[in-house]
């Protein structure tokens, strides 16, 4: 069935210092991404809308300086937190909708910030 | 605006003692109703996708069901390996809109 990669899963990082998190359909493409970022025993909060070669749509309330989403191709996107600080440590996932189907998860990314 | 609402919140349930989930929700245009399952520290893993009224799937012991206004999941003879939190989700125009997660715990 359809999977989709995230890498890394968990990733430590100074305070101050950028991160970049990948999301991959691994066997089918996608148009259409979207991160989410899901804090402890709360549901999934949708940050931002990724569309192959357009800009992203971020949700309200969401920085779109910081958390910086590029679509380079229909199987890839990137989430980049920029100057990370301790409260942007969570855990992020992506999704992505397979064309005529269902939309798949990835296994999250782990974000700690020191 | 499209919303999703779960209950109950939490569930427990002794191993082989059958329930539902239930997923009330209003949307402009459904183009899909899932259901996923999470375990902790993971990310969702696809269940099903419901498309319109009346429609049922069953996977193992799941069956899940679709009204205009909800949706249900059953689990008949529960294990504890079913033990996680069940995430219901809309799609309207576009995003998905979740609901809060039931979560459920089977005992042995």
């Known amino acids: 069935g359809a999977v989709v990669s995230q890498h890394p899963s968990w990733v430590i990082c100074k305070s101050g210092t950028s991160v970049k998190i990948e999301c991959r359909s691994l066997?089918?493409?996608?148009?259409?991404m979207f991160w989410y970022r899901q804090f402890p025993k709360q549901s999934l909060m949708l940050m931002a809308t990724?569309?192959?070669?357009?800009?992203?749509?971020?949700e309200q309330g969401v920085e779109k300086d910081k958390f910086l989403i590029n679509h380079a191709s229909l199987t890839l996107s990137t989430l980049t937190v920029t100057s990370a600080h301790p409260e942007d440590s969570s855990f992020y996932i992506c999704?992505?909708?397979?064309?005529?189907?269902?939309?798949?998860f990835g296994e999250g990314s782990w974000l700690t910030v020191v | 605006e499209d919303q999703v609402t779960q209950s109950p919140e939490a569930l427990r349930l002794q191993e082989g003692e059958s329930s539902s989930l239930n997923c009330s929700y209003t949307?402009?245009?459904?183009?899909?109703l899932f259901w996923y399952r999470q375990d902790p520290g993971k990310g969702p893993e696809f269940l099903f996708t419901l498309y319109s009224a009346g429609e049922e799937k069953e996977k193992e012991r799941l069956k899940a069901t679709l009204t205009k206004k909800e949706s249900f999941l059953h689990i008949t003879a529960p294990k504890p390996e079913d033990s996680a939190t069940y995430l219901c989700a809309v799609q309207g125009a576009q995003k998905l809109v979740f609901g809060q997660g039931t979560r459920l715990t089977i005992n042995p």
């Open positions: 999704s992505a909708h397979e064309i005529g189907n269902t939309i798949y």
């Open positions: 990724s569309n192959e070669g357009s800009k992203a749509t971020y």
């Open positions: 949307v402009s245009g459904l183009r899909g």
């Open positions: 066997d089918f493409q996608a148009t259409t």
